[in-house]
């Protein structure tokens, strides 16, 4: 007997065992064969079929689907390609029709399945519907508990003539799994451990058996086994099959997609390289064209530069980028002959995986490219999905809510593991024994740790994916179910991985804020100071005084160079070149610090050792050192023998979630293979453990190139036009840092900050020449509404004092609190003190209420608003920063500067005299970042700043542990280290923590 109504933790909220855990399970109870039937799912069809690759069993496909309203049920089980269409159509309607009816909707779409149903009624209707002509492969369902021959089901299926078969449901591997159901559906259902919602959970014996043990339990229907193991063996389809599909376009009337796609790039390439066209160039469009035809890419590429012209401006990246065809289309930006970019990286003959081209838009766009996207391709297009799973730290407070905790006592723990357990900003386990055996944790967290571990890496719900998007030539619900998501997006089922596997072409369509923050400062620049050619004549990393800026760090603002690591890199490096920053934008992944320290010892040494004499002239460009994605193939195709493909697997299988298992094949066939060309076992391991450094995310050279133009354009902007550059990146309101920091900066600049006034400041930050002036959206709690009719009131008329302003603008109370706090209103009632502004709000809104003539009640009586006591200073400046986030005037370490005035500190500008020495400085906490030693302790590296500049602190495992309770964004602190120097960039190494 095969069991044919299994479900992994992929139904969610209900079943427990992840996919591979399931199959090993089978294979290890002695199964050849098994089915996947999640509940109205196929989310983990892919890992099913891997799973059963791995463990030598036949998959058989399907899926439960249920009917909300009626109740029923049927498993439905793929004979073929006709029944997968059909089931994913299934699928699909369940999740996206309203009115889904099972019984209704089964028929039509049933050819190529076998349906096991338990309903006495839909096996009624659908056997009538057979005799009517409607060729149905029905059976009948018995459960866990063997039914007798008079039962009802029996009866039918006797009548129908079909077969009854044992399918008893399974939603967990052994009965010890039973309280973990128990936790998942208590949480989704929001009921308590105490009062599970009983007829809404699966009973305890809900596990899978043996062949044998399903023998034993329907040893009274040995036809029902029978039945059983005939209909599985006859399932033959153990998986869809489609090859590559493509996204369909349609040339005009008598031209193909090859030739239209040869007529653009030659229209594109005369606008990138002008009229005259090198052979160089030639020979490269016409290499890579005749890729693209070979491979069937033409519609693909057309279809992406149709989309690319829907937005202001864009950012092509990936490996994509590194085609030249993909530049004269507009698609991306990086001329591939000039940087030495590598085609065969997307798109060669051997590629077995379909690639992908990533195009960034700016943030505010990209949700109308979608929907443009979307509607062109209306029922052949959805966005792929993402699983949503459970983390430690949703896991620790799903379950504590399910004991019962109020949520103050929920929060208060979840900090406090939080300060004591590393693994809850991660996806590690939590060592729950451990921490009850210190005393670290009282009763019931240690249960509560307990059973959390267990829900980690289960899925929790379906998610979108931030911007891919799948589109076919027919209807999308005859290759994946689909789903609506919360905002009414269509969703394929699979993750990017899915799609993948099943041959589906992803467009990546994302939003970046960078290409918001450049767009709005170019057109202030424009509406400003006129003519500017926004990078039609300027090549901005040929800019000698932006060189020098990337050089030394100055870079805050700039894209993906202002991170504290990257401007550290960049200071130690001493490079602002381009042809640097590429590199940096590469090896500044997360496992590959010791080469970063190897790389910069090369570079300001000259020395450059090969990692090997059979590398010899391989990384000549990166000094001998791995650092981007294709350095992983060359390395295996040189070193180890391996094919173009087999290598380009290797490169894949780094990024991958489940990479660990796949890499230990990998790494004997690499070991093998250099020592079969004579490489010593010490050189292949230092050589592999370079490898390793690329698992989890790292970047291929074209995909960092069109990066670096990004972040080359802002350097340039902040270079030469710094107030606008500024105001535009507040404005777009993203980057690593917060609006506290970019103020900051700004007014290290020497830019003046003016405070936001409803006279002159717009919805946005605006800057000219050294100043910027505060935008509304500043102002906390003032709604968007309020912004829009102050500047259309603005529009028509000057505010002649704050009550003209209240009475055409009606602020909410909150509204005029936040406004008279951040000295929005000063300019309306000038030379008085704020509570004046307070006290004139207040008669006011006492007069709208009173429903007096306000003529009459405010225009002659202005004289009458009393003369109150000035503002305590300290007192305007701390409501300021409350409203506000930060302060306009001044840095608000001076609001706390007698609480360390007699500490000695030292100014973050002096830190380069004192290395070496101990010292003691007071900053503010604005960013950090934490990672884990070799050993797997916990460390950060935060960045902290007083008035003069920043300074990045090195918390190393022992310190930070001591002191991580305490640290926080957004807070004044007293550090004291010692300040230290590598290759030229200053840090401070904590040892004690103060907080003011």
């Known amino acids: 007997m095969i069991p044919l109504a299994v479900h992994s933790h992929y139904s969610?909220?209900?079943?427990?065992?992840?996919?591979?855990?399931?199959?090993?399970?089978?294979?290890?109870?002695?199964?050849?064969?098994?089915?996947?039937t999640d509940t109205n799912n196929l989310y983990g069809l892919w890992p099913f079929l891997d799973a059963c690759a791995e463990f030598d069993l036949r998959p058989v496909v399907g899926a439960e689907i249920t009917d909300p309203k009626a109740g029923t049920k049927v498993v439905a089980l793929v004979k073929n390609n006709t029944g997968y269409a059909n089931l994913c159509r299934l699928l699909t309607r369940r999740h996206r029709d309203p009115d889904f009816n099972l019984a209704q909707a089964v028929p039509p779409l049933g050819q190529g399945l076998v349906l096991l149903t338990p309903s006495v009624q839909c096996l009624t209707h659908w056997h009538t519907l057979s005799r009517q002509g409607m060729a149905l492969d029905i059976a009948a369902s018995i459960g866990r508990?063997?039914?007798?021959?008079?039962?009802?089901?029996?009866?039918?299926?006797?009548?129908?003539?079909?077969?009854?078969?044992?399918?008893?449901?399974?939603?967990?591997?052994?009965?010890?799994?039973?309280?973990?159901?128990?936790?998942?559906?208590?949480?989704?259902?929001?009921?308590?451990?105490?009062?599970?919602?009983?007829?809404?959970?699966?009973?305890?014996?809900?596990?899978?058996?043996?062949?044998?043990?399903?023998?034993?339990?329907?040893?009274?229907?040995?036809?029902?086994?029978?039945?059983?193991?005939?209909?599985?063996?006859?399932?033959?389809?153990?998986?869809?099959?489609?090859?590559?599909?493509?996204?369909?376009?349609?040339?005009?009337?008598?031209?193909?997609?090859?030739?239209?796609?040869?007529?653009?790039?030659?229209?594109?390439a005369i606008k990138r390289y002008g009229p005259s066209l090198s052979g160089r160039v030639l020979t490269r469009i016409d290499h890579e064209l005749a890729i693209i035809e070979q491979t069937r890419f033409s519609a693909y590429f057309l279809v992406v530069a149709d989309i690319v012209k829907q937005a202001s401006r864009t950012c092509g990246r990936g490996s994509g980028a590194g085609s030249i065809v993909a530049y004269c289309l507009g698609i991306t930006n990086v001329c591939p002959i000039k940087h030495n970019l590598y085609f065969e990286r997307f798109l060669n003959p051997e590629r077995r995986d379909p690639p992908d081209i990533d195009v960034d838009f700016a943030w505010d766009e990209r949700d109308a490219v979608l929907k443009h996207v979307l509607n062109r391709f209306k029922g052949r297009s959805a966005m792929v999905a993402s699983h949503i799973l459970f983390q430690p730290?949703?896991?620790?407070?799903?379950?504590?809510?399910?004991?019962?905790?109020?949520?103050?006592?929920?929060?208060?723990?979840?900090?406090?593991?939080?300060?004591?357990?590393?693994?809850?900003?991660?996806?590690?386990?939590?060592?729950?024994?451990?921490?009850?055996?210190?005393?670290?944790?009282?009763?019931?967290?240690?249960?509560?740790?307990?059973?959390?571990?267990?829900?980690?890496e289960t899925p929790r719900h379906l998610s979108v994916h931030p911007g891919g998007v799948v589109i076919t030539p027919g209807s999308i619900d005859t290759y994946a179910p689909v789903e609506d998501a919360p905002k009414g997006i269509p969703v394929i089922q699979w993750e990017k991985e899915g799609a993948e596997a099943a041959g589906l072409v992803k467009i990546d369509l994302l939003g970046n804020r960078s290409l918001g923050v450049i767009r709005d400062c170019v057109a202030s620049i424009r509406d400003t100071q006129g003519q500017f050619t926004d990078f039609q004549d300027i090549d901005p990393?040929?800019?000698?005084?932006?060189?020098?800026?990337?050089?030394?760090?100055?870079?805050?603002?700039?894209?993906?160079?202002?991170?504290?690591?990257?401007?550290?890199?960049?200071?130690?490096?001493?490079?602002?070149?381009?042809?640097?920053?590429?590199?940096?934008?590469?090896?500044?992944?997360?496992?590959?610090n010791e080469f970063i320290n190897a790389y910069l010892q090369r570079l300001h040494s000259g020395v450059c050792e090969p990692l090997h004499s059979l590398m010899e002239g391989l990384l000549d460009e990166t000094f001998g050192i791995m650092v981007f994605q294709e350095d992983v193939s060359k390395t295996a195709v040189r070193l180890a023998g391996f094919t173009h493909a087999r290598a380009d697997e290797l490169r894949k299988v780094m990024s991958k979630k489940d990479r660990h298992k796949k890499l230990e094949v990998f790494r004997a066939e690499f070991f093998e293979g250099a020592r079969s060309k004579g490489v010593s076992s010490d050189a292949v391991e230092r050589i592999w453990y370079m490898i390793l450094s690329f698992s989890g995310y790292s970047f291929c050279k074209a995909h960092s190139a069109a990066y670096a133009r990004v972040s080359f354009q802002a350097a340039y902007l902040k270079t030469h036009y710094p107030a606008q550059f500024m105001a535009a990146v507040i404005s777009n309101q993203g980057g690593f840092y917060s609006t506290f920091a970019y103020v900051s900066e700004a007014r290290r600049m020497g830019i003046?900050?003016?405070?936001?006034?409803?006279?002159?400041?717009?919805?946005?930050?605006?800057?000219?020449?050294?100043?910027?002036?505060?935008?509304?959206?500043?102002?906390?709690?003032?709604?968007?509404?309020?912004?829009?009719?102050?500047?259309?009131?603005?529009?028509?008329?000057?505010?002649?004092?704050?009550?003209?302003?209240?009475?055409?603008?009606?602020?909410?109370?909150?509204?005029?609190?936040?406004?008279?706090?951040?000295?929005?209103?000063?300019?309306?009632?000038?030379?008085?003190?704020?509570?004046?502004?307070?006290?004139?709000?207040?008669?006011?809104?006492?007069g709208r209420r009173s429903m007096a003539d306000r003529l009459d009640l405010f225009g002659s009586e202005m004289h009458d608003i009393p003369n109150l006591p000035p503002d305590p200073p300290l007192q305007r400046l701390r409501r300021e920063f409350v409203v506000l986030g930060f302060l306009a005037a001044c840095h608000p370490m001076k609001l706390v500067r007698e609480k360390f005035q007699n500490l000695n500190t030292i100014k973050a500008v002096d830190l380069p005299n004192m290395v070496g020495r101990n010292i003691c400085f007071a900053g503010w906490l604005i960013t950090g970042k934490l990672v884990k030693t070799r050993q797997g302790d916990p460390m950060k590296f935060l960045t902290f700043e007083d008035d003069t500049g920043l300074v990045e602190t090195v918390f190393f495992p022992r310190t930070y542990i001591r002191f991580s309770h305490v640290l926080d964004n957004g807070y004044p602190y007293v550090l004291s280290g010692r300040v230290e120097n590598e290759w030229g960039a200053i840090t401070l190494t904590v040892s004690q923590v103060g907080r003011l």
């Open 145 to 268: 508990v063997p039914v007798s021959l008079h039962h009802p089901l029996c009866r039918a299926a006797r009548v129908a003539n079909c077969p009854l078969v044992a399918a008893p449901d399974s939603y967990f591997l052994s009965p010890q799994d039973h309280g973990i159901h128990t936790l998942l559906r208590v949480i989704a259902t929001k009921t308590s451990l105490s009062r599970p919602p009983l007829g809404q959970m699966a009973p305890a014996n809900a596990f899978l058996g043996s062949p044998d043990h399903y023998v034993c339990k329907f040893a009274a229907m040995p036809e029902a086994v029978t039945a059983t193991r005939v209909l599985a063996e006859r399932l033959e389809f153990t998986g869809p099959g489609f090859g590559i599909v493509m996204p369909p376009y349609t040339p005009p009337l008598g031209q193909t997609c090859t030739g239209l796609l040869r007529e653009k790039t030659m229209v594109g």
């Open 541 to 592: 990393e040929d800019d000698p005084a932006t060189q020098q800026q990337v050089a030394q760090g100055r870079t805050m603002g700039c894209f993906y160079i202002e991170s504290p690591a990257m401007r550290l890199l960049q200071k130690k490096s001493g490079q602002g070149d381009f042809r640097h920053l590429v590199i940096h934008s590469s090896i500044i992944r997360p496992a590959a």
């Open 393 to 456: 730290r949703m896991a620790v407070r799903e379950t504590a809510r399910v004991f019962g905790l109020p949520e103050a006592e929920i929060k208060l723990g979840i900090s406090r593991l939080c300060r004591e357990v590393s693994f809850l900003r991660g996806s590690n386990a939590l060592d729950s024994e451990h921490l009850g055996k210190s005393g670290q944790l009282a009763d019931p967290w240690s249960r509560i740790i307990c059973l959390a571990n267990r829900l980690i």
């Open 12 to 36: 969610l909220m209900r079943g427990v065992p992840g996919v591979r855990d399931l199959c090993a399970r089978a294979k290890a109870l002695g199964y050849n064969a098994l089915a996947l």
């Open 752 to 846: 003046t900050i003016l405070g936001p006034d409803v006279r002159h400041s717009r919805v946005c930050w605006t800057g000219l020449k050294n100043e910027i002036r505060v935008g509304l959206i500043a102002i906390k709690t003032l709604g968007r509404t309020t912004m829009d009719r102050i500047m259309l009131e603005r529009e028509k008329a000057m505010f002649s004092d704050c009550f003209d302003f209240f009475n055409r603008v009606a602020p909410r109370e909150d509204e005029a609190r936040a406004l008279t706090d951040s000295g929005c209103l000063d300019g309306l009632l000038p030379g008085t003190s704020r509570a004046a502004l307070a006290w004139a709000y207040c008669v006011w809104q006492a």
